[in-house]
Structure formats: structure tokens, C-alpha cells
């Protein structure tokens, strides 16, 4: 064990820093104003503010509903060294009952419809939805069908759409960062 | 090259002359029978008892409409015919019945196409699965049943599974897939075979340079071209990248269930530079965009000696790593003995890839059958006999070493030769159809193409994870359900790819 963390140690930190500048992330993120979405239920507008009150410490959720396995990398990803998104308060949760954030990939299948709804419902609010890769933004290639819906905004309301096949963690991380309001849209991390 | 200069090829001795199998053109490694629906079975059960391994079975189209199996039998890929004219149903006696690895095809095949298999009995609807329904088998004081997933803990691909268990011991496993079917295979109808190689990359994410590689041999044999030697070349380094990447994955998950997070760490740390590389290399963390059909879009975007001198480092890493990893008794005190598959269970499903060889088989495609740069380089086909969770990991240290060994010999043969990087397509737009094959790091991955007028008609995926998953029902045999996640881990499959 002492060697395990002898060799850590010896690795010096891998984490990166926010990309910034010409290296900002994907200006094609979208986080929706409250005009923009009048389906929300009440109590998903707050969840940045109370971000701020719980000293960042959101739960994070996922859900996959059809996605390619790609997506499910790049989200375990984001707990890896090198993004290391606990250092910004965001820790994984097994149980629905204590997320804020819900994470979902894939197009939603028919047979993942009723689960998504009900994990959806079990999460306390405030709570905020991410829908992680082009196939739970729009259907990508699974347009909507008698397999699947299309997209997660054909059954639930969508908070930040992180478009991509599959997104970059950064990018997943920017969508995080925006549905918790801990950043703005159009706005860049320090 | 082309399907339709070959000589007929004489019928094989292991199928009995009664059986009327008439053997028809095929493309190269690819042996063709033709027999009546009626003959189907038995000529399955010849094929069983020659040592054959089933891969699939599925409707074709192209040249005409047949009910297809398909089998792996000394270094060739038996495709067995059996034209259906109208009929419909489609009526043949069952294999599923009496072979374990072809039930999960065969059901899929009679919910989705409605065919008749006299003598099979499949109760449970495998292609529409419920999440609530409890299916209860094991009776007992304290045995319950717990339906874990598809909402899973932690970050995981949607399937689900039914334990029955009196708390420690696991009587019952049932494995419960399709949740995430999203009918890719019809995805591919009309598309040009360009387009379709990017629907192949996004099968299962995580092994698109194999699904696109078995795509685009299939449509290359299917239009009887070739692609050019430094394309196989490419094309080989992507698949070998896949593999490392994979296998780091699967290594770190294993560190993670033992909670040895500074191992899971260093192994994180290890597959995320897989992926920049990757990202250096192709533009894509995943490799993708890169194999089209006729050969590789581009070469490299990274120098070929920074792109060795980065393997260098990774392996350097990677040794001291996998030392400390293999060291670490917490770490090989819970792998050791846990889900042991014997051999004759694994032959029995028709297991493949890291799975089979951890028990002892030998199936490899990039050896069994070789492929694109498969037939230069030569390969050492890693296997353990021990058929538990550590034997898993040691095939997938033993392949990752493997794996970089090829690469150092590809990217030295790519440095010493320059080349054309693509064939065209024909542009007269022919048809034919061929299977085309690839070693996924998941294991043996054979997708059949239909082509018509130069577009893309129809295609059947055989994934490895389809055919291994069925085995998980039995890799509890002496194991406690604190088990789970190192058995489930070290079977290293996707859903995505089983359920399409």
C-alpha cells in the first residue's frame, strides 16, 4: 500500500486546469432561460442558488437510457485525476432520493421511459437535468420511433443540453457547472 | 478477390451427404452451404459435434430471403443457408433448444421476425423487458429476489439483473438485456456504406474502431476490394489502441470494486492518456471518424516517432503498475476463484474474447481468422486456464503488452513504407453481401453486409457482448453476492453493442 501511494506521490498532479480562451468550451452549450422553458416545474429554477448555499456540494446522478457506452466513459471520467470534478463539489450518488443533478444519456428507449420518469420523480427538488451526447439532445441517429423517444426533452423537461458523440468531459463538466448556476451561459471559468 | 470468380468449393467431410448441403461462391475465409429449412437443424447439430462455435443466426435478404446461421469452424466462418422462399412463418427445428449459445439469437429472432423454431420454449419476452417483473424460480425460507438495475449505482450502462439469493450464496442469476435496443441495425437501411461506417462507429461506443473495422471489411468483401496495406496498417493501430483503452478500463473498475482507489487512480490516470493520444492522433477521444470503406480517411495527425515515444512511456508506467496491482493482496485475495467458468461451460455458449481465453479456449479472430494487417503481424493469442476473475485480468495485462507490441511493430512498418491510404468504391454499383469480422476488445465481433446498387441494404451485428452475457447467468457457482461487481466487472462487456 505504501508503494501504491509512494507512486502516487512520485506522479506529481495530472489534474487540468479550465480550459480557457481559444480553448473555452463549446460555444454551442445551451442552458435555457426561464421564459424559454415554461414546462419547468416549480423549484428547478433555484437549484444554482441553493448551490451556493450548500457550499457546492451537489449530487449527481445518471441514467442510461439508450446511449452508446461512450457517454458512460466520459461521465466516469469526469471522477478521474485528470478532471477530478470533486475538487468543484460534485460527488456521485447512488440513490435518486439524494441527487440534485440528474445526468442522461441515450435517446430513451421505450423500455428505459419508465425508469427515467420515475428516477426523475423520486429526486427531491430543487433538481436540474443534464442530457449528455446528441442522442439524448435531439434522437441523433435514433429519431423518434416505436423504439425510442427521441431525445430525453420528448419525455422530460431539459435544463442544459451538452450536445456531442460523445461530449468531452469538459464540456459534460461545463453543463454541470451552468445547471447549478454555478457558472452563467456565455460565461467562462476563471 | 471478387465473390463470384471462385471455384465452387467442395462440401466439407464433416457434413453427411444426405443432408443435400450444396456449397455456393463466397468471398475468402468465408464458406457458404446451402441446405433446405428442414435440414437446417441437423445440419446445425453436425456442425456442433465437428467442434464448430456458434456466432449467429438472423433473415437475410441478399440474393434471396434465407433464414442464416453462421458458425466459426477451422479458421473459416461457416455460413449456413436455408432460402425461405414465401414462407411465413418461417418454420426450422430450433438449435436454441439444445445449444445454449444460440438461444438469446434464436428469441431475439422470434419476437422481432416471428419465426417458428419447432421445439423450442422461450416464457420470459427477452426483447420487451419489464423492470418491474420479479420472475421467482428459487423457493426457500429467506430467499428473496432482487432486481438490480436498470437504474444502476455509479455510472453504468442500463441492464438488469435478477438475483435470488439467501443473503450470501447466489442460487439463481438472470441476465436481462435490451433495455437499450435503439434498432440500429435498421439505421444502416439506404445509406451510402460511407455514411453507414459512422452508424457502425456508434453500435458500442467504446469499441468503434472494431465495429467500424468489421464494417467496412464486410463491405469491402461484399464488393470484393481491398484496401491498400498502409490503410490495414491504420486501421490496425486503431484497433490495438481500443484494446488498451478497454483494458485499462476494465483493470481500473476492478481496482475501484476492491476499493483500492490509488490503484484505480494510476489506472484512470494510465487509460486517460490512451484517450489524448487517441484525441492526437484522430481528433476523436474514441478513435472515430478514421476507418471508411476502400481503406482510412487520413493519416495520423501525429508524428509516428511522438506517437512511439508515447507508447514507450505508457508501457514503462504501465509495468510498474500492473507489478504493484498483481502485488496487492486485498486486490488478488477477492479476484482469485471468484466466477470461475470451466472451460466445457464457456464451450458451451461459445464464449469469446478475454472471457473465453481466460478459460482456457483459444478463440482469437485476429488469429482464428486473420484480418486486414492481422495476416503480417504475428500474433500470440494470450490465454490463462484458470477461468476466474484473476485469470481475466491476466489475459487483459497479457493482451495489453500484446497489443503494444504490435503497435511498435505497425508503426515501424508504417515509417518504413509510404502508401495509397484508400481504394475507391466500385462506381457500378454492384450488390453482394459477405460477413466481415473483427477482434473486439470485447471479443469476436462478425457483422454481415447486405449491399444493393451500392447502398447499403442490410446488416446483421453478432456482438460479442450478446453471446458472452448469456454466460453470466452461470458465474456464480461457488460465489457470494459481495462478489458481484468483480464478476460483473472482469466480464468487461458493453450493453450498448448487445442489445443495438
Given at each position: 500500500m505504501l508503494e501504491w501511494i509512494s507512486r502516487g506521490l512520485r506522479q506529481g498532479r495530472v489534474t487540468m486546469r479550465y480550459p480557457r480562451g481559444a480553448q473555452g468550451p463549446p460555444p454551442e452549450l445551451a442552458v435555457l432561460s426561464p421564459a424559454e422553458r415554461p414546462y419547468l416545474a416549480p423549484g428547478r429554477r433555484p437549484l444554482g442558488d441553493q448551490a451556493q448555499a450548500l457550499r457546492r456540494s451537489i449530487h449527481v446522478r445518471h441514467i442510461d437510457c439508450g446511449s452508446d457506452g461512450s457517454e458512460e466513459w466520459e461521465i466516469q471520467a469526469l471522477w478521474n485525476p485528470y478532471y477530478d470534478i470533486q475538487r468543484l463539489g460534485f460527488f456521485l450518488t447512488a440513490a435518486p432520493r439524494h441527487a440534485d443533478v440528474l445526468l442522461v444519456t441515450g435517446p430513451v428507449t421505450t423500455a428505459m421511459r419508465a425508469p427515467l420518469e420515475r428516477t426523475w420523480e423520486v429526486m427531491p427538488a430543487p433538481k436540474a437535468l443534464v442530457a449528455v451526447g446528441t442522442d439524448a439532445c435531439s434522437g441523433g441517429l435514433c429519431t423518434a420511433s416505436e423504439l425510442t423517444a427521441g431525445g430525453v426533452d420528448a419525455v422530460l423537461g431539459v435544463d442544459v443540453y451538452v450536445p456531442g458523440s460523445p461530449p468531452a468531459p469538459i464540456a459534460i463538466m461545463h453543463g454541470l457547472l451552468l445547471a447549478t448556476g454555478l457558472l452563467r451561459a456565455g460565461e467562462r471559468a476563471a | 478477390m471478387t465473390s463470384t470468380a471462385q471455384e465452387p468449393i467442395e462440401r466439407p467431410?464433416?457434413?453427411?451427404?444426405?443432408?443435400?448441403a450444396a456449397s455456393e461462391p463466397a468471398p475468402p475465409g468465408e464458406l457458404r452451404l446451402r441446405v433446405a429449412p428442414l435440414a437446417f437443424e441437423r445440419a446445425a447439430r453436425m456442425l456442433k459435434g465437428a467442434g464448430a462455435r456458434f456466432v449467429s443466426i438472423f433473415l437475410a435478404d441478399t440474393p434471396e430471403p434465407a433464414l442464416v446461421g453462421a458458425f466459426a469452424l477451422r479458421g473459416e466462418l461457416l455460413v449456413l443457408r436455408a432460402p425461405t422462399g414465401d414462407a411465413d412463418p418461417v418454420v426450422y427445428g430450433s438449435i436454441g433448444a439444445w445449444w445454449p449459445a444460440a438461444r438469446w439469437a434464436e428469441q431475439e429472432l422470434v419476437e422481432r421476425n416471428g419465426v417458428r423454431p419447432v421445439g423450442a420454449c422461450y416464457a420470459r419476452r427477452l426483447t420487451a423487458p419489464d423492470a418491474d417483473l420479479l420472475d421467482r424460480r428459487v423457493a426457500g425460507l429467506d430467499v428473496f429476489a432482487l432486481p438490480y438495475g436498470p437504474v444502476r449505482s455509479g455510472v453504468f450502462e442500463a441492464i438488469q439483473f435478477q438475483i435470488e439469493t439467501?443473503?450470501?450464496?447466489?442460487p439463481r442469476i438472470q441476465t436481462r438485456p435490451f433495455?437499450?435496443?435503439?434498432?440500429m441495425e435498421r439505421r444502416?437501411?439506404?445509406?451510402g456504406s460511407e455514411r453507414a461506417a459512422y452508424v457502425a462507429e456508434r453500435v458500442a461506443g467504446i469499441a468503434s474502431a472494431a465495429y467500424a473495422i468489421a464494417f467496412c471489411e464486410g463491405v469491402e468483401r461484399a464488393l470484393g476490394i481491398m484496401p491498400p496495406a498502409r490503410a490495414q496498417r491504420w486501421r490496425a493501430v486503431y484497433a490495438e489502441l481500443e484494446r488498451i483503452a478497454c483494458h485499462l478500463d476494465v483493470i481500473a473498475k476492478q481496482a475501484e470494486a476492491t476499493a483500492l482507489h490509488v490503484g484505480q487512480a494510476r489506472f484512470q490516470i494510465l487509460k486517460e492518456r490512451v484517450m489524448g493520444l487517441r484525441m492526437r492522433l484522430t481528433g476523436s477521444r474514441f478513435g472515430r471518424g478514421m476507418i471508411v470503406p476502400g481503406g482510412v480517411r487520413a493519416e495520423g495527425a501525429m508524428g509516428l516517432g511522438e506517437l512511439s515515444r508515447e507508447l514507450d512511456g505508457l508501457e514503462r508506467d504501465l509495468r510498474r503498475d500492473r507489478h504493484l496491482f498483481l502485488d496487492t493482496a486485498s486486490m488478488t485475495d477477492r479476484l482469485i476463484g471468484s466466477g470461475r467458468l470451466h472451460r466445457g461451460l464457456v464451450e458451451d455458449y461459445s464464449a469469446v474474447g478475454p472471457l473465453a481465453r481466460g478459460s482456457g479456449s483459444s478463440t482469437d479472430a485476429r488469429h482464428e481468422r486473420p484480418y486486414g494487417d492481422y495476416r503480417r503481424l504475428g500474433l500470440n493469442v494470450v490465454t490463462r486456464r484458470e477461468g476466474d476473475a484473476m485469470a481475466r485480468v491476466h489475459v487483459r495485462f497479457g493482451e495489453i503488452s500484446e497489443s503494444l507490441r504490435l503497435l511498435r511493430q505497425t508503426i515501424d512498418h508504417l515509417r518504413r513504407r509510404d502508401g495509397e491510404l484508400s481504394v475507391g468504391l466500385p462506381s457500378d454499383r454492384r450488390s453482394g453481401s459477405a460477413f466481415g469480422w473483427a477482434e473486439a476488445p470485447q471479443g469476436e465481433l462478425a457483422i454481415w453486409v447486405e449491399m444493393r446498387a451500392g447502398l447499403v441494404h442490410r446488416v446483421h451485428v453478432a456482438s460479442p457482448s450478446l453471446r458472452n452475457w448469456a454466460l453470466f447467468d452461470h458465474a456464480f457457482p461457488k460465489d457470494v453476492l459481495t462478489d458481484f461487481a468483480f464478476i460483473e466487472h472482469s466480464f468487461g462487456l458493453t450493453p450498448a453493442g448487445a442489445d443495438r
Amino acid at each position: 500500500m505504501l508503494e501504491w501511494i509512494s507512486r502516487g506521490l512520485r506522479q506529481g498532479r495530472v489534474t487540468m486546469r479550465y480550459p480557457r480562451g481559444a480553448q473555452g468550451p463549446p460555444p454551442e452549450l445551451a442552458v435555457l432561460s426561464p421564459a424559454e422553458r415554461p414546462y419547468l416545474a416549480p423549484g428547478r429554477r433555484p437549484l444554482g442558488d441553493q448551490a451556493q448555499a450548500l457550499r457546492r456540494s451537489i449530487h449527481v446522478r445518471h441514467i442510461d437510457c439508450g446511449s452508446d457506452g461512450s457517454e458512460e466513459w466520459e461521465i466516469q471520467a469526469l471522477w478521474n485525476p485528470y478532471y477530478d470534478i470533486q475538487r468543484l463539489g460534485f460527488f456521485l450518488t447512488a440513490a435518486p432520493r439524494h441527487a440534485d443533478v440528474l445526468l442522461v444519456t441515450g435517446p430513451v428507449t421505450t423500455a428505459m421511459r419508465a425508469p427515467l420518469e420515475r428516477t426523475w420523480e423520486v429526486m427531491p427538488a430543487p433538481k436540474a437535468l443534464v442530457a449528455v451526447g446528441t442522442d439524448a439532445c435531439s434522437g441523433g441517429l435514433c429519431t423518434a420511433s416505436e423504439l425510442t423517444a427521441g431525445g430525453v426533452d420528448a419525455v422530460l423537461g431539459v435544463d442544459v443540453y451538452v450536445p456531442g458523440s460523445p461530449p468531452a468531459p469538459i464540456a459534460i463538466m461545463h453543463g454541470l457547472l451552468l445547471a447549478t448556476g454555478l457558472l452563467r451561459a456565455g460565461e467562462r471559468a476563471a | 478477390m471478387t465473390s463470384t470468380a471462385q471455384e465452387p468449393i467442395e462440401r466439407p467431410d464433416y457434413l453427411p451427404e444426405h443432408l443435400g448441403a450444396a456449397s455456393e461462391p463466397a468471398p475468402p475465409g468465408e464458406l457458404r452451404l446451402r441446405v433446405a429449412p428442414l435440414a437446417f437443424e441437423r445440419a446445425a447439430r453436425m456442425l456442433k459435434g465437428a467442434g464448430a462455435r456458434f456466432v449467429s443466426i438472423f433473415l437475410a435478404d441478399t440474393p434471396e430471403p434465407a433464414l442464416v446461421g453462421a458458425f466459426a469452424l477451422r479458421g473459416e466462418l461457416l455460413v449456413l443457408r436455408a432460402p425461405t422462399g414465401d414462407a411465413d412463418p418461417v418454420v426450422y427445428g430450433s438449435i436454441g433448444a439444445w445449444w445454449p449459445a444460440a438461444r438469446w439469437a434464436e428469441q431475439e429472432l422470434v419476437e422481432r421476425n416471428g419465426v417458428r423454431p419447432v421445439g423450442a420454449c422461450y416464457a420470459r419476452r427477452l426483447t420487451a423487458p419489464d423492470a418491474d417483473l420479479l420472475d421467482r424460480r428459487v423457493a426457500g425460507l429467506d430467499v428473496f429476489a432482487l432486481p438490480y438495475g436498470p437504474v444502476r449505482s455509479g455510472v453504468f450502462e442500463a441492464i438488469q439483473f435478477q438475483i435470488e439469493t439467501g443473503g450470501e450464496d447466489v442460487p439463481r442469476i438472470q441476465t436481462r438485456p435490451f433495455f437499450k435496443h435503439r434498432g440500429m441495425e435498421r439505421r444502416f437501411a439506404g445509406l451510402g456504406s460511407e455514411r453507414a461506417a459512422y452508424v457502425a462507429e456508434r453500435v458500442a461506443g467504446i469499441a468503434s474502431a472494431a465495429y467500424a473495422i468489421a464494417f467496412c471489411e464486410g463491405v469491402e468483401r461484399a464488393l470484393g476490394i481491398m484496401p491498400p496495406a498502409r490503410a490495414q496498417r491504420w486501421r490496425a493501430v486503431y484497433a490495438e489502441l481500443e484494446r488498451i483503452a478497454c483494458h485499462l478500463d476494465v483493470i481500473a473498475k476492478q481496482a475501484e470494486a476492491t476499493a483500492l482507489h490509488v490503484g484505480q487512480a494510476r489506472f484512470q490516470i494510465l487509460k486517460e492518456r490512451v484517450m489524448g493520444l487517441r484525441m492526437r492522433l484522430t481528433g476523436s477521444r474514441f478513435g472515430r471518424g478514421m476507418i471508411v470503406p476502400g481503406g482510412v480517411r487520413a493519416e495520423g495527425a501525429m508524428g509516428l516517432g511522438e506517437l512511439s515515444r508515447e507508447l514507450d512511456g505508457l508501457e514503462r508506467d504501465l509495468r510498474r503498475d500492473r507489478h504493484l496491482f498483481l502485488d496487492t493482496a486485498s486486490m488478488t485475495d477477492r479476484l482469485i476463484g471468484s466466477g470461475r467458468l470451466h472451460r466445457g461451460l464457456v464451450e458451451d455458449y461459445s464464449a469469446v474474447g478475454p472471457l473465453a481465453r481466460g478459460s482456457g479456449s483459444s478463440t482469437d479472430a485476429r488469429h482464428e481468422r486473420p484480418y486486414g494487417d492481422y495476416r503480417r503481424l504475428g500474433l500470440n493469442v494470450v490465454t490463462r486456464r484458470e477461468g476466474d476473475a484473476m485469470a481475466r485480468v491476466h489475459v487483459r495485462f497479457g493482451e495489453i503488452s500484446e497489443s503494444l507490441r504490435l503497435l511498435r511493430q505497425t508503426i515501424d512498418h508504417l515509417r518504413r513504407r509510404d502508401g495509397e491510404l484508400s481504394v475507391g468504391l466500385p462506381s457500378d454499383r454492384r450488390s453482394g453481401s459477405a460477413f466481415g469480422w473483427a477482434e473486439a476488445p470485447q471479443g469476436e465481433l462478425a457483422i454481415w453486409v447486405e449491399m444493393r446498387a451500392g447502398l447499403v441494404h442490410r446488416v446483421h451485428v453478432a456482438s460479442p457482448s450478446l453471446r458472452n452475457w448469456a454466460l453470466f447467468d452461470h458465474a456464480f457457482p461457488k460465489d457470494v453476492l459481495t462478489d458481484f461487481a468483480f464478476i460483473e466487472h472482469s466480464f468487461g462487456l458493453t450493453p450498448a453493442g448487445a442489445d443495438r
